[in-house]
């Protein structure tokens, strides 16, 4: 899924692992020994290799005040998930891992994470990365990144936003383009960066549960704006708006040939387009309804293992050293993704790149974090290419909500 190789997966080139192995870093000790109250053992932290030093001085200072050391591990950003899963029910997991929030459903189901208690710094935090780190009513993971798609706006050839859809593409064949708008597809589609046109429709994925959680039962794909956005997406189809024969590098050769003044993309994809010398502007996902069209947003965080027997100095290391706006700050330098924390937030956002992004993420929803989103993205993309291609977009649309449910049960 696109989304996760642009989150917690693709954080770009990986330094060399931490050393220590797996099993010379356990923290957790034997299950049994011990619950959630704090030990004199160090806490062990495991981090992609990139985000050592980030939160290398929030470690220190975590010992210098407590006590407590905290062993910073570097580790493979493709493997840390599996390796987690695999290691905690041994006792010899780390207390402590970086993630990314639609882990949550997999990690809970596997019984490897322990809830959080974030107390009242809980309303400090962008609302979306609280939402995303929510799991079945519990927090689950201390957020500090999000991450959503918008219209990155090539400002010397189109120099206003469009006020919707159609707009963009009328001011874009205005200025003499033949393709004024390009997003990733390809031929299996890619619906996670076609997903704010989706929601334009009123056609969610998941409804919601009476705690604002995805409910798996509650399947929305196949509703009535679902038949509608099928139908929408078959006519820009037809008129050559989207096109599955671009792919994520034609659609940024494209942007940055100055061939398309619109590219729907994510902030990893902001460099190119700067280092090539494009006025980029962030604008937010037109709609092509008068409803607004929210993308999906990816947060990052830190989860406590649920066999660690440091679970209250870990809630404590998170919430309080790796929860600060500093700390933050320092996660944000390194990967230029916009902070959870929203004094963080509204500081990074004095760059009007964040600020446009952080702007357009105020109406993103979570990715969902449930189990039953692996049977979603099975049939989903496939579904949209084949629209997007010709196939009749209700009947179509009904076989793909059909296949999901049928899934799901």
Known sequence: MKVNKRGILAFGAIAAVSTLTLAGCSAGGDSDAGGDESTDSAL??????????????????????????????????????????????????????????????ELSTNGVVAPLELGDSASDYLDVALQASTYEGSVYMLPYAVENIAVLRNADIVPE????????????????????????????????????????????VFGTDSSGSYDPADL????????????????????????????????KQQFIDGKAAFWLTGPWNVGAAVDAGINVEIDPVPSPTDQVASPFAGVKGFFVGSES???????????????????????????????????????????????????????????????????????????????????????????LADDVSASIE
Do not use: C
Not at 55 to 68: N, R
Not at 179 to 188: I, N, S
Not at 226 to 248: H, K, M, P, R, S
């Open 44 to 105: 062990v932290v495991w981090v992609d290799a990139e985000r050592v030093d980030a939160v290398q001085g929030a470690a220190d200072a975590y010992e210098e005040k407590t006590g407590v050391a905290v062993e910073i591990v570097g580790k493979d950003v493709d493997t840390v998930k599996d390796d987690f899963i695999q290691q905690v029910p041994t006792g010899k997991g780390p207390d402590i891992t970086m993630g990314a929030h639609d882990w949550l459903g």
């Open 161 to 204: 936003p469009a006020s919707n859809f159609d707009d963009m593409i009328a001011q874009g064949r205005a200025a003499g383009l033949d393709q004024p708008f390009v997003v990733e597809q390809g031929a299996e589609g890619n619906p996670y960066h076609l997903y704010p046109f989706q929601t334009a429709f009123g056609a969610p």
């Open 220 to 251: 929305q794909l196949g509703n009535e704006g679902g038949t509608e956005f099928a139908t929408w997406l078959g006519a820009q189809g037809a008129d050559g708006v989207l096109n599955t024969d671009i792919d994520g590098e034609i659609a």
């Open 309 to 399: 027997n440091n679970k209250v100095a870990a809630n404590d290391f998170l919430v309080n050293y790796l929860g600060t706006e500093d700390v933050q700050l320092e996660l944000f330098e390194t990967g230029n993704i916009l902070p959870a924390l929203t004094a963080a937030a509204d500081t990074a956002a004095s760059d009007p790149i964040i600020a446009g992004f952080q702007t357009v993420g105020a109406d993103a929803v979570p990715m969902p974090a449930i189990p039953a989103m692996g049977a979603v993205f099975q049939f989903w993309g496939i579904a949209e290419a084949a629209v997007i291609n010709g196939a009749d977009p209700a009947a179509t649309w009904q076989k």
